[in-house]
């Protein structure tokens, strides 16, 4: 893939309709803490990154899922083995699923056997907002980071009491309900929500595979979060959040059982948040993540249980310097993972950061360095520097070189008969550059990336994984975002060469182009919109096997408010019944609608 820099400046690209990266007023301006590990305004911020605020969630409603409302945003795609619920894939700018690390209130929350997040079991009731960072990311975060991290945030309390509730009902027997009441004053703020959904969904499989079923494959989903801060004096906070969620999903594997698996995901973490002097603030945090899976399959009639457990602790530092602002912090990551009657095992990760960032008149730089040292595979020191530049009040360059890595997951490493024990960990080089314009209520930026990766970790003819791959991923991300006659606009493309360097093949499940667009207009109390997503062709299989065709779907949604505190909201997905797939032989939701009533008082 050949990408001109000269053509990206000429493109219409953007900083994405919840994305606020371009300068805005300081009572405006967003404010961001995942791309740098510090509160920043996101209009500062050198990372190429996507902010959705809660009003973004509430309008993508039930009948949506994270992975869903993720698949939105530039640079990402979504792959999903059936309905809601069903294992799904993330893949940011090409990378993989594994090479996405995957926050809860600074928490790691995932897989250590299969490496990746289930992304479809956290639910959208519980999260206030969602701040995505695109590009390698370790030196900040440590392993996994290559494409880049996702942060869910739960849901905070301020101001008087307030109870909220939602109830909604749509297609496929789906049904939703959630409640919750939040508040706070000078020295406490609390939080506290739970919820219920169940669909009756559809067959996730269809006739291309051989374990076909075709009754429905239902899935249902109970969660909480909570959240407490006490403030004894000023300049002193101590805290705790938690989100839990647990799930029943059907699936098909055969025509003789009905399988099914339950999970749940939890985090926690309690923290004290301490400003020690005038110019240095310091944050202790520790908590813990489980990803625990049960399978009931006819091949597992009593079940099979895969649980992995994450305890984190952490100390950050972040002190005002002369110019600009020092970070040095401390990560204590210790992961243990249990695949009943195969294996049970452990590892501990050390971590030292350090980080530099500063505004120098119209320079903007940022500096991070990070060493991990794991029990398993040793050390692995990880960097990154960014640079902007604002050359006029309207436009601003920026760009940045970055390393990562992806530590082997304990499946890769010691599944009995097909573990690799001698797994390097995989290594990530990537530069990128960006260039941003605003003016007038309109929004414009492209970035440009290219990505290397070596010792991808790949099955060998025995099923034994190897670091025999090697991969570029290359692309450019385009965009829009500004009012046009009263309209909300904002659209993103992307352009992607996801290219496996020892077959000169695309990687499995990856487009070369996808698009979104989405305009709205609010008329007093009732506000409407439509989105459309478009996809190139892609196949299921490495060597550019089994080829899926491109698609474009269409949806619909309307919210009217009665009062300052009651609305109803309707949204139909899938206007036009396209019939696509994103995994082969894997059905996804054909046309279906959803409406629900909202109580939630400003």
């Known amino acids: 893939m050949n990408i001109r820099l000269s053509a990206i400046t000429l493109a219409v690209a953007a900083v994405h309709p919840f994305s606020s990266t371009i300068a805005a007023p300081a009572e405006q301006a967003t404010v961001i803490v995942t791309a740098a590990r510090q509160a920043q305004r996101a209009d500062e911020a050198l990372a190429d990154m996507t902010v959705i605020e809660r ?22 795609q979504m792959s999903s083995n059936g309905g ?16 996405t690390l995957f926050l809860v209130d600074g928490m790691r929350l995932g897989s250590a056997t299969l490496g990746s997040a289930a992304w479809q079991d956290i639910p959208l009731s519980q999260i206030e907002r969602i701040e995505i960072v695109r590009g390698p990311a370790s030196a900040l975060y440590g392993a996994d980071a290559i494409g880049g991290v996702i942060q869910v945030i739960t849901k905070k309390g301020s101001g008087a009491p307030k109870v909220n509730a939602f109830v909604g009902a749509g297609s496929h027997g789906t049904r939703e309900v959630s409640a919750g009441v939040a508040g706070g004053t000078e020295q406490i703020s609390y939080s506290l929500r739970g919820g219920y959904s169940q669909t009756d969904s559809f067959s996730a499989q269809n006739r291309k595979l051989s374990t076909y079923n075709r009754d429905n494959d239902l899935y249902r989903n109970g969660n909480f979060s909570g959240s407490f801060a006490w403030r004894p004096t000023a300049g002193h906070e101590i805290g705790a959040s938690v989100l839990y969620a647990e799930s029943r999903s059907m699936y098909d594997s055969g025509r003789t059982y009905n399988n099914y698996n339950n999970a749940a995901q ?42 992995t457990t994450q305890e984190q602790l952490s100390w950050q530092n972040d002190i005002r310097l002369p ?24 590892r501990t990760i050390n971590s030292f950061l350090l980080g530099w960032t500063a505004s120098l008149g119209a320079h903007k730089l940022q500096l991070n360095a990070r060493h991990d040292d794991n029990t398993q595979y040793g050390g692995k020191t990880t960097g990154y520097a960014g640079y902007g530049y604002q050359i006029n009040p309207s436009l601003r360059i920026q760009g940045s070189i970055a390393s990562a890595f992806r530590a082997p997951t304990f499946n890769e490493l010691y599944y009995p008969g097909y573990g690799n024990a001698g797994l390097k960990a995989e290594s990530a080089y990537n530069k990128e550059v ?33 670091n025999v791959a090697n991969a570029r991923l290359e692309g450019v991300t385009l965009g829009y975002g500004g009012q046009w006659a009263g309209f909300d606009l904002n659209a993103s493309v992307d352009f992607l060469d996801p290219k ?21 207009r609010r008329l007093q109390a009732l506000t409407v919109g439509t989105e459309w997503r478009g996809s190139g062709n892609r196949y299921d299989r490495a060597g550019e096997i089994r080829p899926m065709g491109g698609y474009g779907i269409l949806n619909a949604y309307a919210k009217y408010a009665l009062t300052h505190e009651w609305a109803v909201e309707g949204r139909v997905n899938n206007l036009l019944d396209k019939q696509y797939e994103t995994a082969y032989g894997y059905n996804t939701p054909g046309a279906n609608l959803f409406f629900g009533v909202r109580y939630a008082p400003k």
């Open 84 to 99: 809601p619920g069903k294992a799904t894939d993330i893949s940011m700018r090409g990378t993989n699923s594994k090479h």
């Open 266 to 307: 939890s985090a926690w973490s309690l923290y004290s948040r301490n400003r020690l002097s005038e110019g240095w603030a310091s944050t202790l945090r520790f908590g813990q993540s489980i990803d625990d899976y049960e399978n009931f399959a006819s091949y597992a009639p009593q079940g099979a249980t895969i649980k």
């Open 55 to 76: 009003e973004q969630i509430e309008r993508a409603g039930p009948s949506f899922s994270l992975p869903e409302l993720l698949a939105r945003q530039p640079g990402i």
């Open 434 to 466: 960006s260039l941003l314009w605003e003016k007038g209520g309109h929004n414009l930026s492209a970035t440009y990336y290219r990505n290397r990766i070596s010792n991808l970790i790949a099955n060998d003819q025995n099923f034994i994984p190897q």
């Open 500 to 520: 496996d360097l020892d077959t000169d093949k695309r990687l499995p499940r990856r487009t070369n182009q996808f698009a979104n667009l989405s305009i709205s």
């Open 323 to 346: 110019i600009g602002s020092l970070l040095a912090a401390y990560e204590n990551l210790h992961q243990k993972a249990v695949n009943e009657g195969t294996f049970d095992v452990s």
